[in-house]
């Protein structure tokens, strides 16, 4: 998904993971923020729950006035069962933080399929750079 009213170009593919070993609020992914990015496209988050006993989520996305949305809020996901959470695209904007939240610690893996967005068109020769 592009924004068409801006100019933009995929800066990279990447993917976020994190092993919910305890039950704090745990940063998945935070956009990039600075003057080349516009955004970032979360394709795909997907849950694992690697016990047998199944276990529940939270998914929130936190603004750069630290406001907090709650994506879902104790959705459950059953043992040994792995669920894809998005339906569509969801777009951060720069600087925004998904995190996640298990009820019960070492249950959950949850990984996340991200595009990152920026203004500038990145060559072959800048990639090469880096």
Do not use: W
């Not at 009213?5 to 092993?19: H, R």
């Not at 720069?94 to 893996?109: D, F, M």
């Not at 203004?119 to 750079?129: F, H």
Request: proline share 2%; aromatic share 4%.
């Amino acid at each position: 998904m592009l924004v068409t009213s801006i100019p933009q170009y995929i800066q990279g593919l990447t993917n976020a993971k994190v092993d919910l070993t305890s039950t704090d609020l745990t940063v998945l992914y935070t956009a990039p923020s600075g003057a080349d990015f516009n955004a970032s496209i979360v394709n795909s988050i997907i849950v694992c729950d690697d016990s047998n006993n199944g276990d529940t989520i939270t998914v929130t996305i936190t603004d750069a006035s630290n406001n907090v949305f709650v994506l879902f809020d104790v959705k459950t996901i059953s043992g040994h069962a792995t669920v894809e959470l998005l339906t569509r695209d969801l777009v951060l904007q720069s600087g925004e933080i998904l995190k996640v939240q298990a009820t019960t610690a070492n249950r959950l893996h949850v990984v996340a399929s991200i595009q990152e967005l920026s203004k500038t068109r990145v060559t072959t020769s800048a990639l090469a750079q880096i």
